[in-house]
């Protein structure tokens, strides 16, 4: 048996690998190119987006901010006022922050590598002049960076400059807020990539937590990997150490290992994508997507109190003291004692890694996304679930369902006119709309617009859609009906809009005849490529070959 299932394994590998080219998780596409989009007059390579709470689009670009309330476009010059640098490349002011701060609509820029800020009030400019705003941008608009604001604390992690020589330290800096203003320790990370900061607010402030995830340089020998995924946890509210010399780094800045990938099959996706922190209506769940070095993706999901109760748990890599009066990593109101912010710095990576939830993905796919949010849609059925939009560089959005028998793929829609790469994605989750942005379009793509997607009844039921129902002669949301009067959505497998059994319901049949093997169908599942009961007829049938050819090598192997 062991010899039938490695076999399998491999084999199976080698399948997913020949159809890495094909797209046979796609079922439909929905063409609906400019639709929903609006072209930028002109190309940004760097452009940065800030969606205000008006639901008007910010744009930062070349020397320009455009304002776009999806009726009027408009412009303001925004040019760098640092000129020592004139006629040079560089001269330029690339915005690299349009956001709120402090109750100011605020653009930073990277002002002739002299970063700095202005304020926008009633379409006045004007520059500001603290000095601590040179920190939200960096000099460069092609820079690795991240920017965190929280109420009034801002952090970042431009690095600062010191005696003309930009440092190469990279730390995570709090530049803005309550006293003290600390930093992270030089023996957090090595050469780190940021991906996503974000806060884990709880009742009891003491215990809120700053989360970073990224990617560092590997150094260990327990991974192979050059690069490894990291997430680093801080408390936010601590006050420092009790050590002078150290009084101001983050003494409870710990970092552990993050791993996505299926333990059962051994496949994992080492390089992480994007970051979504879902405050859903069952819990408090981080998503990432991650993935392999065939660019094929894989979604995990880590609990928040997972993530928690591994901090609170784990000893230090290298460590060997047990006996602190305070463990490592704990927040308190108060300063930390010598000790402890000591073996903090000196062994800041947990022994134990951060494993997704269930020690599997929740589902992978052969393209190569590169953003994720998740949406809760509450459907026909009267069940909330989870629906993942993922996104390629060129602004190809996926939907993918998590159902009560597994993921399911929803059409993918393509938005975009242009060929662009995707700068932005931003969920605004109680309308369930999803605002986009490439270096030549912004979109705003309703979730929910399902006579668009879904032109009859079968396409409509058999999407499984959970924000769509059929009712009178049409595909339509379940946002605007009252869901109760819908015909059943077909979130189950059984057909109903009096249909006739479908040839792809036959090739599911078919199909159950030759893989009833449990563990079969699971690893197929696990190789994300369960949605073959929903291609089309010529590439079912090729599997259903190769599955022949599998089980005949498996027969021989077991003679
Ligand atoms: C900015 O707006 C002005 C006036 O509306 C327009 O003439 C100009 O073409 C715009 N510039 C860009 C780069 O969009
Ligand atoms: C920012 O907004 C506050 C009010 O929220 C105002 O008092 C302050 O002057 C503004 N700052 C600037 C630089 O405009
Ligand atoms: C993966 O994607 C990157 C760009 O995102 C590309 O440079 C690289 O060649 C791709 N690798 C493979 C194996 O397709
Ligand atoms: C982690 O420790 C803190 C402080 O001791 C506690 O409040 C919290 O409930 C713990 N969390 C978990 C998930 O164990
Ligand atoms: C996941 O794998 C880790 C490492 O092997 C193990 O410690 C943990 O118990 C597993 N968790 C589950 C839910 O299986």
């Keep these: 048996m062991k010899l039938y299932i490695s076999t399998l394994l491999n084999l199976s590998a080698l399948l997913s690998i020949s159809l890495a080219n094909g797209r046979m998780d796609i079922r439909f596409t929905h063409h609906v190119e400019g639709k929903w989009s609006f072209p930028l007059p002109k190309e940004e390579a760097n452009a940065v987006f800030y969606l205000s ?29 640092f000129y020592n640098c004139l006629g040079k490349p560089h001269c330029k002011n690339y915005l690299t922050f349009v956001g709120q701060l402090l109750g100011n609509l605020t ?12 304020v926008m009030n009633n379409e006045n400019v004007h520059k500001l002049e603290d000095h601590w705003t040179e920190l939200l941008a960096p000099r460069t608009p092609a820079m690795n960076y991240n920017i965190l604001i929280t109420g009034n604390q801002v952090y970042s992690t431009v690095p600062r400059k010191s005696n003309n020589a930009v440092s190469v330290m990279k730390t995570f800096r709090k530049i803005y807020g309550n006293l003290p203003l600390l930093y992270t320790g030089h023996t957090l990370w090595r050469d780190p990539e940021f991906v996503k900061s974000l806060v884990v607010e709880k009742e009891d402030k003491v215990q809120s937590k700053i989360l970073l995830f990224f990617t560092e340089n590997n150094i260990e020998t327990r991974t192979v990997e050059k690069r490894l995924t990291m997430v680093a946890q801080m408390c936010k509210n601590e006050v420092g150490s009790m050590k002078a010399d150290t009084r101001n780094i983050f003494s409870t800045a710990l970092k552990s290992h993050i791993i996505c990938g299926n333990q059962l099959s051994g496949q994992y996706y080492p390089h992480l994508q994007d970051i979504y922190y879902l405050q859903g209506k069952t819990g408090n769940v981080i998503y990432g997507l991650f993935k392999n070095s065939w660019n094929h993706s894989a979604v995990c999901s880590y609990e928040v109190e997972a993530i928690e109760s591994l901090f609170n748990t784990s000893s230090l890599f290298g460590s060997s003291k047990k006996d602190l009066k305070v463990r490592p990593g704990t927040c308190h109101p108060t300063l930390t004692p010598e000790e402890t912010s000591e073996e903090a710095s000196r062994y800041p990576e947990l022994t134990n890694w951060l494993w997704p939830s269930r ?12 953003k994720i949010v998740v949406d809760e849609i509450t459907a026909v059925n009267q069940k909330t679930y989870r629906v993942f939009i993922l996104a390629t560089d060129f602004g190809t959005v996926h939907k993918t369902v998590e159902l009560e028998d597994g993921v399911f793929d929803i059409p993918e829609v393509r938005p975009f006119k242009q060929k662009g790469r995707l700068q932005f994605m931003e969920l605004k989750p109680n309308e369930h709309v999803l605002y986009m942005g490439t270096t030549r379009e912004i979109s705003r793509l309703p979730l929910d617009d399902c006579a668009a997607f879904y032109p009859s009844c079968k396409d409509c039921i058999q999407s499984r859609d959970p924000f769509c129902g059929w009712i009178e002669g049409k595909c339509e949301s379940v946002l605007k009906f009252n869901s109760s009067f819908m015909v059943q959505q077909n979130l189950k497998q059984n057909a109903t809009c009096e249909l006739k059994k479908e040839s792809t319901t036959m090739y599911l049949k078919e199909n159950r005849h030759t893989i009833n093997n449990k563990e079969v169908k699971e690893m197929v599942e696990e190789l994300g490529i369960l949605s073959h009961k929903f291609m089309e007829p010529n590439t079912a049938t090729k599997i259903r070959c190769i599955w022949l050819l599998i089980l005949t090598i498996q027969l021989l192997i077991l003679m």
Aim: aromatic share 16%; with cysteine.
């Design 107 to 118: 653009l930073c820029g990277t002002n002739a590598q002299k970063a700095g800020c202005w």
């Design 53 to 81: 709470e008006d639901k008007s689009l910010y744009i930062g670009g070349e020397d320009i901010l455009y304002h776009f309330n999806f009726e009027i476009m408009k412009n303001y010059t925004i040019k760098a006022d």
């Design 359 to 370: 020690n599997r993905t929740v589902f992978q796919n052969l393209n190569n996304f590169q």
